[in-house]
Nanobody, 126 residues
Framework: QVQLVESGGGSVQAGDSLRLSCVAS????????LGWFRQAPGREREFVAH????????YFRDSVKGRFTISRDNTKNTVYLQMNSLKPEDTAVYYC???????????????????WGQGTQVTVSS
């Protein structure tokens, strides 16, 4: 069983930056691919970013490309989501998710992940 704990959310102004962190425990971190999802009020949870278990490739939803980056530190069992040039439409609860040896075709779907964190709130005001 893997436990994921997110942190780093907060309230910022448009154009500001935030870095979210997600610390994992209970598994062999280097074997897990990791994703970030978000859910805004009244909307379904949506894919934001993904990084492969070996850190060699990452993927993003179109609306965050060029603004967000994802990275991982396997020595700290941590995945990061660096969010720059934040916009009000980025306001949501952000969730970290993990899947062991995940296949590429599943990375953008909630069902592609086995473990989830509790979420961290990001609020961007204009």
């Amino acid at each position: 069983q893997v436990q994921l704990v997110e942190s780093g959310g907060g309230s910022v102004q448009a154009g500001d930056s935030l870095r979210l962190s997600c610390v994992a425990s209970g598994g062999t971190f280097s074997t897990y691919s990791l994703g970030w999802f978000r859910q805004a009020p009244g909307r379904e949870r949506e894919f934001v970013a993904h990084i492969r278990y070996n850190g060699n490739n990452s993927y993003f939803r179109d609306s965050v490309k060029g603004r967000f980056t994802i990275s991982r530190d396997n020595t700290k069992n941590t995945v990061y989501l660096q969010m720059n040039s934040l916009k009000p439409e980025d306001t949501a609860v952000y969730y970290c998710a993990a899947k062991k040896w995940q296949i590429l075709s599943a990375i953008r779907s909630e069902s592609g992940y086995d473990y989830w964190g509790q979420g961290t709130q990001v609020t961007v005001s204009s």
